[in-house]
C-alpha cells in the first residue's frame, strides 16, 4: 500500500506542556478561583482536559493512520503499544498513592474501595455513571489517585480505536472531502448534550456534571473528533492548495485563535446567584458547564492550521526546546503532581509545630518585637495572593514558597520516572513485539519521514523505529 508523506508535528509537545502545567496550577488553586487576572482560566482546567482528549485522537490517528486493523494480531499489537507506555507510570503512582491513602485516609480507602479496585484495570472513570453516586469536580472520590480518572476515560477510547478507525475509513470514502461529514457529526456529539441539558433542565447536579466530565462513553466524541481533524489534515495534504494561493493564511489563522481562545476562556464568565463572582457551585452554574465541552472547535481548528506550513509563530514558540522538553514530561506530571501536592501540603502543616519545637529547644534570647500585621489582601489577585489560601487539604497552600517547591518537585520526579521506568518498559517492550509474532504491514514499516523532527529524541539510540512511528513514542505515550 502506498502511503502518503506525513510532515512533522513538532510543536505537540510543547502544546501538551502548557495544557499539563494549566492543570495542575488548577489544581493549586482555590475553587472556585478568586476573582482576578487568569485565575478564572487557571480554574477552568476541565477546558484543558478536553483538549488533552481531542490531541489524543488527533494524534493517534495521524500515528496509526495507514494501519489495518483487520485481524486480531493487528488489534493486539496496537493495544500493547498503546497501554504499555502507559502502565510503568500508572502503576508506579497507583502504588505509591495506594500507600499514602493507607497511612493518611484510611476511611476514604474503606468508603471508595470499588474505586481503588477498579483503578488496577482502569475502570474508575466508569463509576461515575453509577446512579445514586455522586461525583464532585476536583474531589477524592477517585480512588486513589485522583488525576488517573483521565487515563481510564482514555482507556475506553483507545479500546475503540480501531473500530473508529475503520467508521472513520468508510464514512469518508475516497473523495478529499469525504472527512467533513463525519467531522460535522462528531462535532454534534460533543456541542449539543450540554447545552441541551442546561436548557431543559436550568443546571446541573454534582452527579450528573461529573458523569459529562468523567464517563468514559460521554467523552468518545471528543476522542472522535481529534480523529476527523486528523483524517481532514491527511485527505486535504495539509492544506496544500489553499497553501499555495496563500502561503502564511494557515500560521495567521492558527496566531489569531490564540488571543480569542484566551479572551473566551479566560475572561468571560457568567455571575454567582447575587451576581458576585461565582461561589463554590459556580462550575455547574447558569450556562458554566458548556465549558465542558464548547472548546472543541477552536482545538480541532488550531490543531489543523498550526499543522499547515509554518504553523504561525505559536506554533513556533511551541516548538521550542524548552516546552518541548516539558511536553515529554506531561504523563508523568499529571499522574505524580497530586501525590507530591499531597506532601507538601502536609509539610507546610507540620511547619509551625516543628518552628515551636526548635523555638522550646533553642537558647534563651531577647525577646524581639512582635512583626507588624501583614497587609491586607489586594483587590486584584498576583500570583502570591491567588495560591496564598489557608490549607483546605486540596490543593491550597498558605505560602508561594510550597507551592513553587512542589511543583519544581514534580517535574523532577517526572522526568526520574520517565527516564528509569517508562523509557526501559517501553523499549522492552518493543523489543518483545519484534521478536514475536507476524511482521506488522508494510504501512507501519515506511512511507514516510518521521512525525516529530528530533526523532532519536523518542528512546535510546537516536535513531526511531519506523514501525513504530517516532510520535508515539513522544507524543502518545504521553498524553494524559
Not at 7 to 33: E, K, N, Q, T
Not at 320 to 346: C, D, N, R, T
Request: aromatic letters at 12%.
Amino acid at each position: 500500500m502506498k502511503t502518503q508523506r506525513r510532515p512533522p508535528l513538532d510543536h505537540i509537545s510543547g502544546m501538551r506542556a502548557l495544557l499539563s502545567g494549566w492543570i495542575v496550577l488548577g489544581h493549586y488553586c482555590s475553587f472556585p478561583p478568586q476573582e482576578g487576572v487568569f485565575t478564572l482560566l487557571l480554574g477552568r482546567g476541565y477546558v484543558a482536559v478536553q483538549g488533552f482528549i481531542i490531541l489524543s485522537g488527533f494524534i493517534t490517528h495521524y500515528a496509526y493512520h495507514d494501519a489495518r486493523y483487520d485481524a486480531w494480531p493487528a488489534v493486539l499489537r496496537f493495544y500493547a503499544k498503546r497501554f504499555g507506555a502507559i502502565l510503568g507510570s500508572y502503576y508506579l503512582f497507583y502504588a505509591l498513592t495506594a500507600a499514602w491513602r493507607v497511612c493518611f485516609d484510611w476511611d476514604g480507602v474503606v468508603a471508595h474501595a470499588d474505586s481503588m479496585l477498579l483503578s488496577l484495570v482502569l475502570c474508575q472513570a466508569w463509576l461515575t455513571g453509577v446512579p445514586g453516586r455522586v461525583s464532585v469536580p476536583g474531589g477524592d472520590d477517585n480512588y486513589p489517585n485522583v488525576p488517573a480518572w483521565t487515563l481510564s476515560t482514555l482507556a475506553f477510547s483507545w479500546l475503540l480505536f480501531p473500530l473508529l478507525q475503520s467508521w472513520l475509513r468508510a464514512a469518508s470514502g475516497a473523495t478529499r472531502l469525504g472527512w467533513l461529514p463525519p467531522l460535522l457529526l462528531c462535532l454534534l456529539l460533543v456541542l449539543a448534550p450540554v447545552p441541551l441539558r442546561l436548557l431543559l433542565h436550568g443546571g446541573m447536579g454534582w452527579a450528573t456534571y461529573g458523569c459529562a466530565y468523567h464517563w468514559p462513553p460521554f467523552r468518545v466524541p471528543d476522542f472522535a473528533f481529534g480523529m476527523c481533524v486528523a483524517e481532514a489534515l491527511v485527505r486535504t495534504r495539509w492544506g496544500e492548495a489553499l497553501g499555495r494561493r496563500a502561503p502564511r493564511l494557515f500560521g495567521r489563522l492558527a496566531d489569531a485563535i490564540v488571543p480569542l481562545f484566551l479572551l473566551l476562556v479566560g475572561v468571560a464568565h457568567w455571575p454567582g446567584e447575587d451576581g458576585s463572582w461565582p461561589n463554590r457551585a459556580w462550575s455547574r452554574l447558569n450556562f458554566e458547564p458548556i465549558w465542558l465541552t464548547a472548546a472543541a472547535p477552536l482545538f480541532g481548528l488550531f490543531l489543523f492550521a498550526s499543522s499547515c506550513g509554518d504553523g504561525g509563530a505559536f506554533a513556533g514558540a511551541l516548538r521550542h526546546p524548552a516546552l518541548s522538553s516539558l511536553g515529554e514530561l506531561g504523563f508523568q506530571v499529571y499522574l505524580s503532581h497530586y501525590l507530591i501536592m499531597w506532601a507538601f501540603l502536609k509539610l507546610e502543616t507540620a511547619a509551625p509545630s516543628l518552628d515551636i519545637l526548635a523555638g522550646a529547644n533553642a537558647s534563651a534570647a531577647p525577646a524581639l518585637p512582635p512583626p507588624p500585621p501583614p497587609p491586607p489582601p489586594p483587590e486584584t489577585a498576583d500570583l502570591a495572593a491567588l495560591f496564598s489560601l489557608p490549607p483546605s487539604g486540596k490543593g491550597r497552600f498558605g505560602h508561594i514558597s510550597y507551592m513553587m517547591a512542589s511543583l519544581l518537585c514534580t517535574y523532577a520526579v517526572a522526568g526520574v520516572v520517565r527516564s528509569n521506568v517508562d523509557e526501559p518498559l517501553r523499549l522492552w517492550l518493543r523489543r518483545r513485539l519484534q521478536a514475536s509474532g507476524p511482521p506488522e504491514p508494510a504501512a507501519w514499516r515506511g512511507g514516510g519521514p518521521p512525525l516529530l523532527a528530533n526523532p532519536g529524541a523518542a528512546g535510546a539510540g537516536g535513531a526511531s523505529d519506523p514501525a513504530e512511528p517516532s510520535e508515539v513514542g513522544a507524543a502518545l505515550r504521553a498524553v494524559p
